[in-house]
């Protein structure tokens, strides 16, 4: 215990460990999930396509069947997966934030849209509010494993879509410097909101240079048909150099075929189509394929997010962009639970696991929210952080190597002491491989009684509301807060 | 909705489904772990081997090493990995319950020795009772996912060994048909209780001819010894045809390497002990490979059960079990959580869903464990039961046929509809694919307020209150009951 105390903290477990030892489906259900996608895009293909993407495609080489649907040939589609980016950077503003996308790194970040938040004093829902993303964007700032902070809550005490919009990315710029993420209503909003980034990033024209925000876009609206005011927005972001996940979300016996290889057929060859919208539009432009398989409960009609099949089809959809060598992006740790509760754990367990074994590169969803997306939580965030620390620890697997086998050392140990406390082996690999928890409780059960009994949700309230207290960063200088306020309508 | 009211209830995701997907190691790294497992046994060999034991190892092909050890060479081992039984039944005592071990079949079920209880009305811990053991076992004797019950608890109110050991059994048979397991105190034990279960199995022999209980036995002590009296239980169940778990407990870190991969080499070591013991008595006798790898929190001293270095190692065990085509068991979903909180469910969910997809076949610790095993409880039952169901469903897979595809229904929502609400395949799909949980939470934030806001907890306490208060099984005849109560001490 003296030894370890004197060693160096090293985390034996950080973001970007190597996925992919998990293959829900074989290479064969792989080709026939990839050749039904590819015969919807060929024979099928996209309704409501506007017109300045329908020039784009026409030109990329895809067809106008006469009947409002745009059919995109097999040798098209496997040109933008081609050329499409493998990996690129995602910039954190702190360039030792920044996190490369691709490959089988896996990274847990943030996506939600949240409009209700877990109150710390009631324990109960209430509108989420623009102080409210200030606060979980400073707390998640001293998260290790948020890799990346997309506005995880909307403030719905801002009615303005330009001001939302404005005041979102405001607050992800003065509370954090990782890589960040917004979503834009409007294609018109992406213009003046690269001039505030412009600031933050020391001139006009420096963030293009070196974007430090991806855009959340959702191009294809399930079945099989883009949305016209984020195909806009696309384009915008495009020429404004912003790397975009573009997010196919369908939704399993509503939007999509319950059945689970149907559903996964039809939501590939939707992410594909954004694909090919973006290669039609400037080919190889860094898009996260973002393929979320979302399920809803059919009793009810509602989106559910922790369950078994969530966790299955977003491994499977991992699996599948993964095997296409594309950048995937998809959506775990999506509790239905309201309380933060066994059911909370459990299902963010189980679904971000999976994904993450599975070698989903950039798992969205991945820390705070509960209520089946609808809510965010303080006390979510900092245990789902050292859940993602259990996690990345299995991904990280197991060492096999002559020194760690340790022959000689198991019969040293054996001949000698009879056990293996306190050698320098242990030691070793204590420091090493092994990541110890701050928040969750090792305690004996009388220890627990004698310190209150608390349960995970009191604890972590107690970390969030210290962090809250403590960590309050001032990202943005002065000067530049104030061209911003110059500018624009800080609320 | 109606339909689906109307609809039969089919279990989407029963026990037994197929793991093996996640595969935590390399071929080259199980070649490598089993090579020095295989060298440990040849060189560096077993400890403390009861006089009995060394004459039928010595026939068998092992030798003494003059200096207290015994050695293993690789053909000895080979061969009791080629005559063990590959797959066998558990029987329940109900035949419509047993299970098969083997191949990549996975079944969770309880393995615990808690010496302490949740307290469902003060919420905390108190030691266990014999009234614990009862109500336990008619509780999980309705929960489908528990496939075996192994007393999940001691009844630390009866201090007399053989009275204990009886009581145990007896609080088995009057409460479940399942297949049921439990440990022996003593050799001397064995008979007497086989006497016991042949009044229940209807007559004298009756009990051998179709054993419906198990032993857990850790005839194995790490490092590298055999245990004399768990290795005398191990003849008397032999004698008695009574089935085998024999566990390996190592402890990395401890009675283990900390190195992961050291430790696999070691416990693969000691489990291939029990099976070349087992092989040397009687050839093939249906032997349970229980490699358990358990970690300790190397700060204190103490185990912990819940970690992602859980996780891995007994995904990495259950691979190597079957690699060797074995039937493997190991332990999962042991958190070291003293409330049932988010930890316990986050615990739970990343350690067993890792096992499972690994394929472990019988997975023990699974249902109700509390506190690093220390603990078990009634509420933790009834959330774990649903839990694996979750499981199970990952498990299940993607079936990607021509149907499920259904290219064909696709275009035609996408071209009629626009949506896939209400059709006959979103029906099918409904009944056959999706498992809908009873007691999880997946209401709307409001609704879940003016319901009283509960947690899984709260739910979990209501559940198993009425099942405790309505399920009251008396599995034994009141003739059986009166034999029994003539020969024994039933407390």
Known sequence: MALRAAGPMLDPCPPGQIGGSYKPLTEAEIQRIHGTALDL????????????????????????????????????????????????????????????????????????????????ESGLYRPSTLADLHDFTRLQDTLANVSWFTRCCVATDVPDNFDLDVNTVYA??????????????????????????????GGPGEFSRRPFLKAHISPVISPMRYGEDAVDVVYACID??????????????????????????????????????????????????????????????????????????????????????????VACSMSDAKAVDAQYGMEKGITSLAAALAGGNLIYESSGMTASLLGASFEGFVLDDEMHSNTYRALRGIEVTEENLGFDAVCEAVLGAGHFLGNQQTHAAMERDYFYPSLADRDAPRTWAEN????????????????????????????????????????
Request: aromatic share 6%; proline share 6%; charged share 15%.
């Open 41 to 120: 895009l060929e024979r099928l293909g996209m309704a409501e396509v506007p017109p300045r993407l329908h020039a784009d495609l026409l030109a990329a080489g895809a067809l106008d069947n006469g009947a409002g649907r745009m059919l995109f040939p097999p040798a098209l589609v496997q040109a933008a997966v081609d050329q499409a980016a493998k990996t690129f950077v995602l910039h954190g503003r702190d360039p030792d934030r920044s996190i490369e996308v691709g490959g089988n790194r896996v990274y847990f970040g943030t996506g939600g849209a949240a409009v209700q938040t877990l109150d710390m």
């Open 172 to 201: 992800l710029l003065k509370n954090t410097t990782k890589p960040i993420a917004t979503s834009f209503t409007l294609a018109g909003h992406v213009a003046p909101i690269v001039r505030m980034l412009d600031i933050a990033a």
């Open 240 to 329: 404004h150099n912003i790397p975009m996940s573009c997010i196919t979300a369908a939704q399993a016996g509503a939007t999509a075929p319950a059945t689970l290889a149907g559903f996964l057929a039809q939501s590939l060859a939707e992410t594909l189509a954004s694909l090919v919208m973006v290669h039609a539009i400037q080919p190889g432009f860094p898009m996260v394929f973002s393929n979320w398989p979302l399920v809803v409960d059919l009793r009810t009609g509602s989106f559910s997010g922790g369950s078994g099949e969530t966790a299955l089809l977003n491994a499977a959809s991992a699996q599948l962009s993964n095997w296409l060598g594309l950048p995937s992006g």
């Open 452 to 491: 209150g009994a608390q349960d995970a949700w009191s604890r972590a309230r107690d970390r969030a509301r210290t962090i809250l207290r403590d960590h309050r960063p001032a990202y943005l200088t002065p000067e530049q807060d104030r061209q911003i306020r110059a500018q624009f309508n800080i609320l």
